[in-house]
């Protein structure tokens, strides 16, 4: 069986395409995983530090929750009607 007459040309350019980018993704990946890090140890003079303390605001926030009465009666639901077996066909009122 001939392979190229049985793969479109469409779908071979989309495959090597698609292969391309994976490959290039990975290469980028491995490229930025093993890079060599530059974490050096800084001079105390390279590090920005503030000219003045910084103000703490100390205030004393509590958060409360609004409490409200929930009724949890059942009186309002109307009671469901169960069919028994004597019933089947006949319609419920």
Do not use: Y
């Not at 703490?56 to 926030?61: L, M, T």
Request: aromatic residues 6%; hydrophobic residues 55%.
């Amino acid at each position: 069986m001939n392979l190229s007459a049985a793969i479109p040309p469409t779908q071979m350019i989309l495959s090597w395409a698609l292969l391309i980018v994976l490959c290039v993704w990975m290469i980028f990946c491995a490229f930025l995983a093993l890079r060599p890090h530059k974490a050096g140890k800084r001079e105390a003079a390279d590090v920005l530090t503030p000219s003045g303390a910084i103000p703490v605001i100390a205030s004393s926030v509590s958060l409360r929750r609004a409490t409200m009465p929930v009724d949890v009666s059942f009186s309002s639901v109307p009671a469901l009607q169960a069919e028994s077996v004597n019933d089947v066909g006949s319609p419920v009122a």
